[in-house]
């Protein structure tokens, strides 16, 4: 019968091979071991250990960094300024992305300042920043506000824009007032795009705080990488750097779950 | 036919073509918000910054515009600008030519992918600027270093957007190609990577932006020329208007390399941008 060829057929597919999920991670962990492998003895024989660290070594600055709470210590404050700087950002960006989906007067008189200032990329506003915010926390916070705001308040407009007419009709038809339209159908209707700008807005603003840091701060993650330098600690920067990429791994993978489970009401598009 | 006459009727027409259309009093109401918007900023920028009376910290539009227009003249922040785009353009064009290459071996090979899947999901949150104190170690303060961190910012964009282009190809399409005959090579060259084409366009236009942050940091902290360079040589003499100009300066270039590379695909790339298709 029909069913059965299917079931044979598939389970035909699930049988071992390179492509299947084992296969998958069986070849990522001879990959990573490989690489780690060959990194380990190029870096003893070849290489000069002392700007080109072996693994094991930057292992040692690793743990070493934990258990001092150094490390730790400089993650934290950059994850405090990422989340702060994120979170008002995204708030604002949505917030005027919003009123710009929703007036067009609001929309033509924003959008010369919203498409030259979005080419401006984050970084080039430090020292008007540091000038204007202070050295400390101020400029940090203002260049990740910056790095978020453009990205989230595209996608919530795109994100009102692209609403089905059929609906706002539908709605109106039912003799919806505008508030009603506005909370039942274009911020539902937006909610999908608002996130989807923030989970691009945060990678942009892990870039950002590194660029801040290193420039003009004396802590945080950047700062300690370009710090180690002076001292040619190259195993503490490549810790830093290990840190730095499981911290945007792991955040970007969370984002992605609340964004599915959460609110997986409000996927982008439906 | 007098001069006046001509004047006159090319007035009406142009009277007709504007307020008559309903389309053409569209445009008018943008243009007049348009300008409206900057005017207004202008003017309220210029009163705040008379009203806080620290000019040097916060200069007036007319001072920026003073100090860009001199800037202009003299062709020092074209040449600045030169150099930015320089280095972007090489670092883009070698990272984007390594993200195609691999991004099409990852989508079409599972076993490329898995070998390679490891490490392009962890580098992509490596932000390029955290790079930048290894690489400075290993390649100096030359124009290697700048130019291989902006290749870094671009090769992880482009590589995952044309996986996701090879990933995306309708698999209807392929299966056709099959059997009318093509083989692997043919589909591959003739079905995959035509229909991958837009994801690549857009990958790359992401990390055409992303470029700009990189080799402005990058320039911030080791270069003696270009815009990155021109903002941190003012800070120590307090040259604010200076500073203003390059951030002009750079908002202005971005936004001409984002429109010329949108007319560059409107004009080579038409042919592979997406279309509703029968096959789909």
């Not at chain 1, 008002?88 to 498409?115: C, E, H, Q, T, W």
């Not at chain 1, 802590?219 to 990488?225: A, N, R």
């Not at chain 2, 964009?157 to 009318?180: E, Q, W, Y």
């Amino acid at each position: 019968m029909g069913t059965a060829r299917v079931r044979t057929r598939l389970s035909d597919r699930n049988r071992w091979n390179w492509s299947s999920r084992l296969g998958r991670i069986f070849l990522s962990g001879i990959s990573v071991a490989a690489a780690l492998t060959v990194w380990q003895l190029l870096s003893t024989t070849v290489l000069i250990s002392i700007v080109f660290p072996p693994f094991t070594s930057t292992l040692r600055a690793l743990t070493e960094g934990i258990a001092s709470g150094e490390l730790l210590g400089h993650l934290s404050i950059t994850i405090r300024r990422v989340i702060f700087g994120f979170l008002i950002g995204s708030a604002a960006g949505a917030f005027i992305g919003l009123l710009m989906g929703s007036f067009g007067f609001v929309r033509k008189f924003l959008d010369p300042y919203i498409n030259f200032l979005r080419f401006v990329t984050p970084i080039a506003w430090i020292t008007p920043a540091v000038i204007w915010f202070g050295v400390n926390e101020g400029s940090k916070l203002f260049l990740i506000i910056y790095a978020t705001v453009f990205i989230v308040l595209l996608n919530t407009m795109a994100g009102v824009i692209h609403i089905h007419r059929d609906r706002l009709r539908m709605a109106n038809a039912f003799g919806a007032r505008s508030w009603q339209i506005f909370l039942y159908i274009t911020l539902p209707g937006a909610v999908g795009f608002i996130l989807t700008g923030m989970r691009v807005a945060l990678g942009n603003s892990f870039m950002t705080v590194i660029g801040a840091e290193i420039l003009s701060a004396s802590s945080g993650l950047g700062y300690l990488i370009y710090t180690s330098r002076v001292f040619f600690e190259a195993d503490v920067m490549f810790a830093a750097i290990l840190v730095l990429g499981l911290l945007g791994f792991a955040t970007d993978r969370l984002f992605a779950t609340v964004q599915h489970r959460v609110f997986w009401r409000y996927q982008a598009g439906r | 036919m007098t001069t006046s006459s001509l004047n006159r009727e090319t007035v009406e027409r142009l009277f007709v073509a504007v307020i008559g259309s309903k389309r053409g009093r569209e445009r008018l109401k943008s243009f007049g918000i348009y300008l409206l918007s900057v005017a207004s900023v202008l003017v309220l920028w210029e009163w705040a910054a008379r009203a806080f009376g620290l000019l040097i910290l916060f200069p007036p539009p007319s001072t920026v515009l003073g100090t860009l227009s001199g800037l202009v003249l003299d062709g020092s922040i074209g040449l600045a600008a030169l150099f930015s785009a320089g280095r972007i353009l090489s670092g883009f064009l070698i990272g984007s030519l390594i993200g195609v290459f691999l991004g099409l071996l990852m989508g079409t090979s599972a076993v490329v992918r898995a070998l390679a899947e490891p490490y392009v999901h962890f580098l992509r949150f490596v932000p390029p600027l955290a790079w930048f104190a290894p690489v400075l170690l290993w390649f100096g303060t030359g124009e290697t270093t700048r130019i291989l961190l902006i290749t870094y910012t671009t090769v992880f964009v482009v590589t995952l957007n044309t996986i996701a282009g090879v990933s995306a190809v309708a698999i209807n399409k392929a299966r056709m190609a099959r059997t009318l005959g093509a083989d692997h090579r043919q589909v591959f060259f003739l079905v995959t990577l035509p229909a991958s084409m837009p994801f690549i366009f857009t990958g790359m236009r992401l990390a055409m932006g992303n470029s700009f942050a990189t080799v402005v940091a990058a320039e911030m902290l080791a270069a003696d020329n270009g815009l990155g360079y021109m903002i941190t040589s003012s800070q120590l003499s307090l040259d604010i208007p200076k500073i203003f100009s390059s951030v002009i300066a750079l908002g202005v270039l971005g936004f001409a390399a984002d429109r010329l590379f949108r007319a560059l695909i409107d004009r080579f790339g038409g042919r592979y941008t997406v279309r509703q298709s029968a096959f789909e």
